[in-house]
């Protein structure tokens, strides 16, 4: 079970897709995240692997606009607009069914940039240096934008050394609040 946790649609379920095409990220994370974040109201926050839609969600909730979600799975996708309905903000998140590349480079060629960017690829995606590199070159992060990572993964050595890093553990998944672009 997915549920928002905080601001205006806490303790609200959300459907998710199959486990195997998505992970939900624990309550515990994203308290932490969120947390962490401190106030986004009336930042702009996209979710570029969105599963259920649960983080962009979640900011949405807790006063984020405007939000992105995109997923290239077309059943995440189904979910994720199942879930917008059930709350009634169907027309307040925008939803997109793109490969990351494509969205990327659609939300380029659209000029919309973005305070913070939330990853969570598929299991094999590792965001490395050059992940990271390939999002930056689209110019979809604003200055002073935040990157956050998660990943079962440790992060590449690079960004630890060229960014502000803050790490937040759970068990085998890390958060990665990446900083300073």
């Known amino acids: 079970m997915i549920r928002v946790i905080a601001g205006k649609f806490k303790h609200r379920v959300l459907k998710q897709p199959s486990l195997s095409i998505t992970r939900s990220t624990k309550d515990v994370c994203k308290e932490g995240l969120f947390s962490s974040l401190g106030d986004i109201s ?11 839609g649960a983080i962009g969600i979640e900011a949405f909730s807790r006063g984020a606009f405007p939000v992105y979600l995109n997923d290239v799975s077309k059943e995440a996708i189904s979910i994720i607009k199942e879930n917008l309905r059930n709350l009634k903000i169907e027309n307040e998140i925008k939803v997109f069914n793109l490969d990351y590349l494509k969205a990327l480079k659609r939300f380029n060629e659209l000029n919309i940039s973005f305070d913070i960017i939330f990853l969570d690829p598929p299991y094999k995606m590792i965001i490395d240096f050059e992940f990271i590199s390939n999002l930056l070159k689209f110019n979809v992060l604003k200055e002073n934008g935040i990157i956050v990572a998660e990943t079962d993964y440790p992060l590449d050595q690079k960004l630890i050394d060229l960014y502000h890093v803050k790490q937040l553990k759970y068990g085998r998944s890390s958060m990665y609040i990446i900083r300073g672009f």
């Open 42 to 52: 009336e930042l702009s926050f996209l979710d570029l692997f969105s599963g259920s």
